[in-house]
């Protein structure tokens, strides 16, 4: 699963080298939910199957990656899914795929949809849907960063002499599962996909203690390259995102990993 640039392609991108840099390709496992998906859904997958509920439902936008993966392994595993969306949102391919994987597209105003962490508001989710589990937005939460820990393994059984360790993040999720397990001779580095997310730091803090990380990674999240906000694509990471794919043959994309990489190149 490790991909080292400079085996792929030597050539500088945009006048910078990569050459020092590998890539974890996640991707490429985890069928229709690669990626840190499908490490964060497995441990709610199982908490779904012990408590003997079938339906899942969880929140997202246009261009949720979460409820694309959520729908996919919905459908491979007989499980009902149900997506409450922003509203106002169009029905791009993303949320297509969903849709034709089963998923039950519920929008709702933006108004309702910043509740969505609220206690009345998921109990009132979890009434009209049940029964079922309510999965946080992005698979966040307790199960999902302890599903992302796996991740933390893999680097160690595949990776070990790589001492810094630089992601996307959105929820904060992923940064603090594998910063729990890969220990302070770690340096960790998220990226932040969105704009003025200034308690992503609480949420990693509050997972870690939860977590009951003795020692974990050193951490930090940079909030400097989300580009102009979540899912905007500016022409300098479009014209990144190009050369990038040209020399690697590797796709990125926009939202998270395209930004993730162009913070490396910056």
Known sequence: LIAPLQQLSAEPVLGVSLANVSLLRLDLAG???PGNKACKLAPWLELARERGITRLVSFGGAWSNHLHALAAVG???GLQTVGVLRGGERLTPTLEDAR???MQLVPISRSEYRRRADADFLADIQARFAPCMVIPEGGGGLPGARG???IARIIDDTAAQFEHILL????GTTLAG???VLGPDRQVTGISALKGAVDIEDRVQSLLAELQAGLP???QILHDYHCGGFARVPDSLKAFMLEFERLQNIELDPVYTAKALYAVHQ
């Open 217 to 219: 990674a050193r951490w």
């Open 100 to 102: 034709r994987w089963g």
């Open 75 to 77: 459908a491979e595993q």
């Open 31 to 33: 069928g229709n939910a």
């Open 148 to 150: 992302c820990a796996e």
């Open 178 to 180: 594998i910063s729990a």
């Open 168 to 171: 996307a993040v959105g929820t």
